[in-house]
């Protein structure tokens, strides 16, 4: 089985300020969907494992299809509120290994459209 580990922030504030930020819920969603559809499986770790807060702000351009994993129940557990504590390591049946940071996700669509060509 194919799978994808995600890292997640556990970071509310931004450091030394009481200005939020955390995860950008539009560019997570649109990921794991596009992961889903390749009949991939995902698991979420974080630094500190536990809660990860949503940026504020991304709610601002959330739509349908991003609401719709938001409500997912186990995105809810697994993603959000119950993410795994674990030191980066790769594991045999993980094939792929993402960091969700904002910009990251440059590219990664067609590196999916590739890797389901060549396999």
Known sequence: MKKVLI???????????DE?????LGESTEFI???QKAGIKVDYVSPKGGFVPIDPRSMK??????MSLYH?????L?????TKKQKIS?????WLFIILVVMVLCGI???????????
Request: proline share 2%; aromatic share 14%.
């Open 61 to 66: 351009y959330v739509n349908k299809s991003i």
């Open 90 to 94: 790769f594991r045999q049946n993980t």
């Open 72 to 76: 997912d129940k186990e995105f809810i």
């Open 109 to 119: 669509f067609q590196t999916i459209k590739n890797y389901k060509k060549l396999h």
């Open 7 to 17: 890292v997640e922030t556990n970071i509310q504030n931004y450091q030394g300020t």
């Open 78 to 82: 697994n993603g959000l509120a119950n």
């Open 33 to 35: 969907e596009e992961i």
């Open 20 to 24: 939020p930020t955390g995860l950008w």
